[in-house]
């Protein structure tokens, strides 16, 4: 039997951070042996927030190498540049023909983006999710590993492929997010505020790149408040935020004796943020030590990325082809 297709991408706007890691990467690498997979890096997605020329490479590159360090095999895989594969821009004009404004401007994301940056809502902001369902269906995949905010960028992805279906012809599956565990997960900020980022809630994120005492202070100044006072006391946000992050890094026995702590009232969140930090340490340092001698490597990381464009390509001019066909452009 053909195995399953899997597509997924990371915009090359930072850092990458261990939200990305358990909401996307663990995910891909547990897939790669088992699914067809297309990993790339979304360069062109970026570009809706305007950044620096001189800093695009060095971005794209480095999400690469972070992916590879964290365990992704490049020859199980495709994993390639956004920009690479210019089907997917084709596509996407196609699928904007298919989609509505009002809806777009519904979008959360997109509503998000015009309060943080009135003076820059673009249309490729309010396509955003346009060039996603392009990105995805392209491949005709079936599963999307991502995190929970990409939820509602699938649910219009699945309606796009829908309305092309209905209006010209089966074509495209629908696609929808994954995850191993049973629900899609969100790894939150350290002080509480939202998600682990690339861009926001830096003091608050750990980065695949943080050194060792970077990983202690942050965790160390993570909002946990007083100590309970009455056994079995339900928690706040702030320590169910720290209970999230501790049952990802450590041992699940350690974590039950935590928590026992905690409904017994003798937990101390010193010892308990030390615990994290030095668990997100020991995850953290080979990965970054990994991608940054790939980040030296800059002519493997092309060869890998050169050949991954080669094996996303042949899938996407496939799926290309197809479409042209049932709209009607085959005039010769
Ligand atoms: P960011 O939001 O940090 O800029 P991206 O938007 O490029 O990262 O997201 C890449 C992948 O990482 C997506 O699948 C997204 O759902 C996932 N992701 C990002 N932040 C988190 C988080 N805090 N928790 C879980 N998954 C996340
Ligand atoms: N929008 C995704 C994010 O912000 C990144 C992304 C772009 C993506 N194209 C995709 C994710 C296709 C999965 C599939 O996280």
């Known amino acids: 039997m053909s195995k399953q297709i899997v597509v997924s991408g990371i915009r090359s706007t930072g850092f990458l951070h261990l939200g990305n890691y358990f909401g996307a990467i663990h995910n891909y690498v547990k897939m790669q042996n088992d699914y067809n997979c297309y990993f790339f890096v979304a360069d062109y997605h970026s570009l809706t927030t305007h950044p620096d020329p001189k800093d695009l490479k060095q971005h794209v590159f480095r999400v690469a190498a972070e992916n590879i360090a964290s365990g992704l095999d490049p020859e199980k895989v495709a994993l390639y540049v956004q920009s690479d594969v210019p089907e997917i821009l084709e596509l996407y004009f196609l699928l904007n023909t298919l989609t509505y404004k009002g809806e777009l401007e519904k979008v959360p994301t997109f509503k998000e983006k015009v309060r943080s940056q009135p003076e820059n809502v673009n249309a490729g902001l309010l396509t955003y999710p346009v060039l996603m369902a392009a990105d995805i269906l392209i491949h005709r995949a079936v599963k999307v590993p991502v995190g929970k905010d990409q939820e509602q960028h699938l649910e219009m992805a699945r309606n796009m492929a829908n309305r092309f279906n209905n209006r010209y012809g089966e074509l495209f599956p629908e696609p929808y997010p994954f995850n191993f565990g049973s629900e899609l997960i969100k790894v939150p900020s350290l002080d509480g505020n939202g998600k682990m980022s690339k861009s926001e809630n830096i003091n608050a994120t750990i980065y ?125």
Request: with cysteine.
């Open 208 to 332: 695949l790149a943080d050194d060792d005492e970077t990983i202690r202070k942050k965790t160390m100044k993570a909002k946990s408040g007083l100590s309970p006072e009455q056994p079995n006391s339900s928690m706040t946000d702030d320590i169910q935020n720290l209970f999230s992050l501790m049952r990802l890094m450590t041992d699940e026995i350690i974590v039950a004796q935590y928590e026992a702590a905690y409904a017994d009232c003798s937990i101390r969140f010193g010892d308990m943020k030390k615990q994290l930090a030095e668990d997100m340490i020991r995850f953290v340092a080979p990965i970054r030590e990994r991608a940054a001698d790939l980040q030296k490597d800059e002519v493997r990381l092309q060869r890998i990325l050169k050949e991954g464009a080669e094996k996303a390509r042949a899938s996407a001019s496939e799926t290309l082809k197809a479409t042209r066909k049932l709209i009607g452009i085959n005039y010769y």
